[in-house]
């Protein structure tokens, strides 16, 4: 049974810092991985999309990697803003491409001004 | 091309009434997947529809939820004989066929009192 695992729970940080999110899935045989962001009382918004067979995709200050053997999956923010405060979550999809996303129970991001 | 509506937004009912939950997924898109975040916890996969057809419900409660996507019109996830534990936000998502991304909506927030 795959789980998805994301640390820290949460974080705080000074605006202007890069830092890195995590996240650990117990099973490799994984089809995607995707990152979200959730604002408090809001929907899901997909930020970056990992293909099983690609290593990493970037957005704009967004880096997001993919190591299958080991199950993890990095999220590097640079150069954090305050408006990047949200809740980051982490999704695997199956193998077999039923559409299905495991979830992790995500972290939640304070920058600071 | 408006996103996956979800409505209503909000939803109060009383222990033991029906709630129905509705999601128009994207223009063009035919498959639907429901999802349940319980406070303080992570989204939970439920159910995983085409139309008129329900394709995997192995995250559904047995006893009274149910959900349909019928030819036209929304989906539908049904909760009978509301229960406090069923205050939670749903999710529906939707994406063209077998593709790799899913597009979420803002999520209907149930409280039963």
């Known amino acids: 049974k795959q789980e998805v695992t994301q640390i820290p729970a949460a974080l705080s940080v000074p605006e202007g810092e890069n830092l890195v999110l995590n996240c650990s899935f117990t099973d490799s045989a994984i089809y995607n991985l995707q990152w979200f962001r959730q604002d408090p009382g809001k929907g899901l918004t997909s930020l970056l999309l990992i293909q099983s067979s690609q290593r990493e995709q970037t957005s704009g200050r967004l880096n997001a990697s993919l190591d299958k053997s080991s199950g993890r999956s990095t999220l590097y923010i640079a150069a954090s803003q305050p408006g990047d405060s949200a809740t980051y979550l982490c999704a695997v999809q199956g193998s077999s491409n039923t559409g299905k996303l495991i979830f992790g129970q995500g972290t939640t991001l304070q920058v600071k001004p | 091309n408006a996103g996956v509506m979800q409505n209503p937004r909000h939803l109060v009912r009383r222990r033991g009434q029906e709630a129905r939950l509705r999601c128009s997924p994207m223009?063009?898109?035919?498959?639907v997947y429901w999802y349940r975040q319980l406070p303080e916890e992570g989204l939970k996969f439920m159910v995983y529809?085409?139309?008129?057809?329900?394709?995997?419900e192995s995250g559904m409660p047995k006893e009274r939820f149910s959900a349909e996507f019928p030819k036209e019109g929304p989906s539908i996830l049904r909760i009978q004989q509301v229960v406090r534990g069923d205050s939670a936000a749903y999710f529906c998502?939707?994406?063209?066929?077998?593709?790799?991304?899913?597009?979420f909506g803002q999520g209907t927030r149930l409280t039963v009192v």
């Open positions: 998502a939707s994406s063209p066929e077998r593709a790799p991304e899913a597009f």
């Open positions: 223009k063009g898109h035919s498959h």
């Open positions: 529809l085409q139309k008129e057809n329900i394709i995997d």
